[in-house]
Nanobody, 114 residues
Framework: QVQLLESGGGLVQAGGSLRLSCAASGSGFRLNVMGWYRQAPGKQRELVAVITSGGTTNYAESAKGRFTISRDNAKNTVYLQMNSLKPEDTAVYYC????????WGQGTQVTVSS
């Protein structure tokens, strides 16, 4: 059973930066796709960015130019560097991994104050 453990959330002022990390355990193989989704209060969960094991990335329009996703395949770990944060980026950020099945982390809160 794959388990995802997120870290790096917190409170930051608008314009600041945060780096999220997500480490996968329980997997003896390289996970096909890893990524980040977020859910703000009263809204549906939405894609932020994903990255394949080969390094292909896909970003939500709101993340382009500000966020960078990367991964360390040897560690089955994915990162999300978030710069120029805005209050509208406030949400619970969830790590996701896909390899046949869909796996989710428990979420980490990101709060951006204005």
């Amino acid at each position: 059973q794959v388990q995802l453990l997120e870290s790096g959330g917190g409170l930051v002022q608008a314009g600041g930066s945060l780096r999220l990390s997500c480490a996968a355990s329980g997997s003896g193989f390289r996970l096909n796709v890893m990524g980040w989704y977020r859910q703000a209060p009263g809204k549906q969960r939405e894609l932020v960015a994903v990255i394949t094991s080969g390094g292909t990335t896909n970003y939500a329009e709101s993340a382009k130019g500000r966020f960078t996703i990367s991964r360390d395949n040897a560690k089955n770990t994915v990162y999300l560097q978030m710069n120029s944060l805005k209050p509208e980026d406030t949400a619970v950020y969830y790590c996701n991994a896909q390899h046949g099945s869909n796996y989710w982390g428990q979420g980490t809160q990101v709060t951006v104050s204005s």
